[in-house]
Structure formats: C-alpha cells, structure tokens
C-alpha cells in the first residue's frame, strides 16, 4: 500500500470520526431538549387538569373521586406517579404502591417549610431512590390554598429514546464508513497498480 493511500485512509477516518461525533453530539441534544419540553408539556397539562378539576372535591374532600382521577393518569405513558396533597401537605390521594418514597415526602416538607402561595406550576428535576430521575410538575390547586397537584415524569424513557436513536445513527454512520472505506481501497488499488 502506498503511502499516499494510508494518509487518504486516514483522513476518511478522521472525517468519519469527526462527522460521526458531531452529529451524533447535536442529535443527542435536540432529541433530549425535544422530548425534556414534551414531557413537561404533558405533565404540565395532567397537573394542570387535575389541580382544576378537584378544588370541589378537596374542598368537600371527597378523597375518593379525587383517587379515580388521579388513577385514571398513571395509565399515560411517560407518568411514574401523580399524587395531591392538602395545604397541611398531607397526602389526599396518590398513586404509589405499596407505600410513598421517602424522597417524595421529602419534597412535600420543603414545599411545606416555603409556606407561601403560587399561583404557577413549578418543575423541578429530582432523583428519586426507589423510582429514578423524575421530572416533578407541581400545579397549585387555588393557587397553593387548597394544596398542590404533583406528577412525575420519568427521565428514563427520555434516555431510552436517546440511546436508541444514537445507536441507530452511529449504526448507519458505521456502514456508510465501512463502505466509503471498502470504496476508498478498491479505487487506491486500481489507480496504484498501472502505476
């Protein structure tokens, strides 16, 4: 092989390289940042929904129909866990089995211990032990009065989406390297041996 050929072999390598990592790199990005603000939308909206339509029910506590509600949301793909809870910050419904994560509790004591009213929904990125990384969406039901509407998001399924979609990028990078490589030799050995 000649060494005009390496030195070619070598910058397709290095191009490849450099192609592969940047696009991958802005994929990663724009895939997360996507998925991030899609969750937070559809979490925001089941907080919302639900913060709006339980004041009644809080306000009569009538636990019950505020469970069906809050029930018929953990089916929602992407929802690790939707829970309400008074302005005491006791628990008025939720959705864990068999018990509530002790990280969870410890969310709803420092939002306790802030003891003032919001009239906006609040997201927080939050590591839960027995769950994972978690999106928490807290809507304010009488704006923090009556207590607050809590869903949880899972980040896993974001990084799933990720890992898939880089690994079928980088897949097709690969063969279309090995195939600009396979190219590269056929053409360096056609042109080498009159020479």
């Given at each position: 092989?000649?060494?005009?050929?390496?030195?070619?072999?070598?910058?397709?390598?290095?191009?490849?390289?450099?192609?592969?990592?940047?696009?991958?790199?802005?994929?990663?990005?724009?895939?997360?940042?996507?998925?991030?603000?899609?969750?937070?939308?559809?979490?925001?909206?089941?907080?919302?929904?639900?913060?709006?339509?339980?004041?009644?029910?809080?306000?009569?506590?009538?636990?019950?129909?505020?469970?069906?509600?809050?029930?018929?949301?953990?089916?929602?793909?992407?929802?690790?866990?939707?829970?309400?809870?008074?302005?005491?910050?006791?628990?008025?419904?939720?959705?864990?089995?068999?018990?509530?994560?002790?990280?969870?509790?410890?969310?709803?004591?420092?939002?306790?211990?802030?003891?003032?009213?919001?009239?906006?929904?609040?997201?927080?990125?939050?590591?839960?032990?027995?769950?994972?990384?978690?999106?928490?969406?807290?809507?304010?039901?009488?704006?923090?009065?009556?207590?607050?509407?809590h869903v949880g998001m899972d980040k896993e399924?974001?990084?799933?989406?990720?890992r898939t979609a880089v690994i079928n990028q980088?897949?097709?990078?690969?063969?279309?390297?090995?195939?600009?490589?396979?190219?590269?030799?056929?053409?360096?050995?056609?042109?080498?041996?009159?020479?």
């Amino acid at each position: 092989m000649s060494k005009l050929f390496k030195k070619m072999l070598l910058i397709i390598i290095a191009l490849f390289a450099l192609i592969a990592l940047t696009t991958s790199s802005l994929s990663v990005w724009e895939l997360h940042n996507h998925l991030t603000r899609e969750y937070k939308s559809k979490g925001r909206a089941i907080s919302e929904s639900i913060a709006r339509s339980s004041v009644e029910m809080l306000l009569y506590r009538d636990a019950s129909t505020v469970q069906a509600i809050v029930d018929q949301f953990i089916e929602i793909s992407g929802v690790s866990y939707v829970f309400v809870v008074d302005a005491e910050g006791e628990f008025i419904s939720h959705t864990f089995v068999p018990q509530i994560p002790e990280d969870v509790l410890k969310i709803v004591k420092a939002e306790k211990e802030e003891d003032k009213e919001k009239d906006e929904t609040e997201i927080m990125h939050v590591d839960i032990s027995e769950i994972g990384m978690i999106i928490d969406i807290a809507s304010p039901i009488l704006a923090g009065v009556a207590g607050h509407v809590h869903v949880g998001m899972d980040k896993e399924i974001i990084n799933a989406h990720i890992r898939t979609a880089v690994i079928n990028q980088l897949s097709l990078m690969f063969a279309v390297f090995l195939l600009a490589v396979t190219i590269t030799y056929l053409f360096g050995n056609m042109i080498s041996r009159p020479l």
